[in-house]
């Protein structure tokens, strides 16, 4: 059964830094990694989506990567923002007919202290 | 254009009630997810619809928990006999059957 493992729980830095939050699962055979960003009573938002066949993406100051043979991914945040602060939930898929059944890690909380 | 939306987006119930929860997808979008998300826990999945396919129960804990879903859309999951257990944040998701899925705001249950 597919595990995944966010650290750390939660995290509080100065507004300006650059910072990595990490995700580690036990299964590589995924399909694609996900990162999201949960706001309190807005849901969740897609900010990244790696194939299994891709290193990273990039999104302005965001930058995803993976490294599907050690089951590791990481999420790098570029000059935070207060605006930043929210939980960063990474989640992957199993390859095959079964893709759409996510697997979540239980998030890192951010918090951009200005 | 409107998102998915989810309502109520509180509910407190006592222990032995059923509740209902409704999502309204995004209009187009054939794929609808319900996920629960207890406190301090990563998103769980529930079930899937697409289409006019079988749903995918898999993720469903108990024979308590239904959902229905009126062709491409409205969806409504089901709890009877709701334990403490039960509370926790419902999301719920659209998407066209690919890779993106689209989160509504989620209901908060509190099953007292």
């Known amino acids: 059964k597919q595990e995944v493992t966010q650290i750390p729980a939660a995290l509080s830095v100065p507004e300006g830094e650059n910072l990595v939050l990490n995700c580690s699962f036990t299964d590589s055979a995924i399909y694609n990694l996900q990162w999201f960003r949960q706001d309190p009573g807005k849901g969740l938002t897609s900010l990244l989506l790696?194939?299994?066949?891709?290193r990273e993406q990039t999104s302005g100051r965001l930058n995803a990567s993976l490294d599907k043979s050690s089951g590791r991914s990481t999420l790098y945040i570029a000059a935070s923002q207060p605006g930043d602060s929210a939980t960063y939930l990474c989640?992957?898929?199993?390859?095959?007919?079964?893709?759409?059944?996510?697997?979540f890690g239980k998030g890192t909380k951010l918090s951009v202290i200005p | 254009g409107a998102g998915v939306s989810q309502s109520p987006s509180n509910k407190v119930t006592e222990k032995g009630k059923d509740v209902e929860l409704r999502c309204d997808p995004i209009?187009?979008?054939?794929?609808l997810y319900w996920y629960r998300q207890r406190l301090g826990q990563g998103l769980e999945f529930l079930i899937y619809f697409q289409g006019n396919s079988a749903p995918d129960k898999s993720g469903l804990p108990s024979d308590r928990f239904s959902a229905e879903r009126t062709g491409e859309s409205v969806s409504t999951l089901t709890i009877q006999r709701t334990q403490q257990e039960d509370s926790a944040v419902y999301l719920c998701?659209?998407?066209?059957?690919?890779?993106?899925?689209?989160f509504g705001p989620g209901t908060r249950l509190t099953v007292l």
């Open positions: 209009s187009g979008h054939t794929a």
């Open positions: 998701a659209s998407g066209t059957g690919g890779n993106e899925q689209f």
């Open positions: 790696i194939q299994s066949s891709q």
């Open positions: 989640a992957v898929s199993p390859p095959g007919a079964g893709s759409y059944q996510l697997t």
